[in-house]
C-alpha cells in the first residue's frame, strides 16, 4: 500500500518505521500520525518520489516536536513546576525536585512535602500541556497544604484549567479502569476529585 522507510526521529530516539499511504481524494494536504509503532504520512497520490522524500522527512520531524513538547524531561519538569509556583503560587512552593515516575500506581503523580519532593506518574505524558501543569501545580500545592481540604483548593483557584483537567483525568481513568458499580454517586471524603489522586 505504501513505502516504508527509515527517518529519524531525533537525535535520541530509534528511527521509527515510516509507512506512506497515497490516496487519490487527498488534493494538497500531508498529515502523519503514529499508529503502533509505525509513523504514518498520508500524502496525495500525484507527488513525485521526490515530494514524497521531502515530507516525509518534515512530517516526522513535525511529529517528534510535538512528543517532546509533551514528554518534557525531568530537568524541564523542574523548570515548568518553578513557572507555575511562581505564576499560580506567588513562588511559595518550591520543591527539591520534580521528576517522572513509573510506579505511581493509580496516582497521577504524589508529593513528600517533609521531603520537597514531586513524583508526576509517565501516564501523563503526551497528555496535553494544561493537563500536566493541572498535575504539577496539583503536587506543588501539597507543598503548601497537605490535605484535599478547602485551603487546598483555594491554593488551585487561579489556575484557570483545573476542572476541565480534572474531567480529563476521570475520562482517562474511566476508559482504563471502568466503573465502580459499587462507588457512590459521591465521595464520601472531603476531596471532591472523583479521578485517581494527583497527590
Known amino acids: ?29 500531508v498529515s502523519a500520525w503514529r499508529e503502533g509503532g509505525r509513523t504514518i504520512v498520508a500524502i496525495p497520490a500525484r507527488f513525485t518520489r521526490a ?5 516525509v522527512g518534515r512530517m516526522v520531524e513535525r511529529l517528534a516536536a510535538q512528543e517532546r513538547r509533551r514528554r518534557p524531561s525531568d530537568a524541564q ?13 506567588g513562588g511559595r512552593a518550591v520543591p527539591t525536585s520534580v521528576r517522572w515516575s513509573s510506579n505511581q ?7 513528600t512535602p517533609s521531603e520537597g519532593t514531586i513524583r508526576i506518574s509517565d501516564r501523563v505524558q503526551g497528555m496535553p500541556r494544561w493537563v500536566l501543569d493541572y498535575v504539577l501545580l496539583h503536587e506543588l500545592a501539597h507543598l503548601l497544604q497537605p490535605g484535599h481540604g478547602e485551603a487546598f483548593w483555594a491554593e488551585l483557584a487561579g489556575y484557570p484549567h ?9 475520562g482517562c481513568a474511566f476508559a482504563r479502569d471502568g466503573a465502580d458499580d459499587d462507588a457512590p454517586d459521591e465521595p464520601a471524603d472531603d476531596d471532591p476529585d472523583p479521578a485517581p489522586p494527583a497527590g
Open 77 to 89: 519538569l523542574v523548570a515548568r513546576a518553578t513557572e507555575l509556583s511562581r505564576r499560580y503560587l
Open 105 to 111: 500506581g493509580r496516582r497521577w503523580g504524589s508529593c
Open 162 to 170: 483545573t476542572q476541565r483537567a480534572r474531567g480529563f483525568l476521570e
Open 1 to 29: 500500500m505504501g513505502l516504508q522507510a527509515s527517518a529519524p526521529l531525533d537525535a535520541a530516539g530509534p528511527a521509527p518505521v515510516v509507512e506512506v499511504r497515497r490516496s487519490r481524494r487527498r488534493a494538497r494536504t
Open 51 to 55: 515530494q514524497e522524500r521531502e515530507w
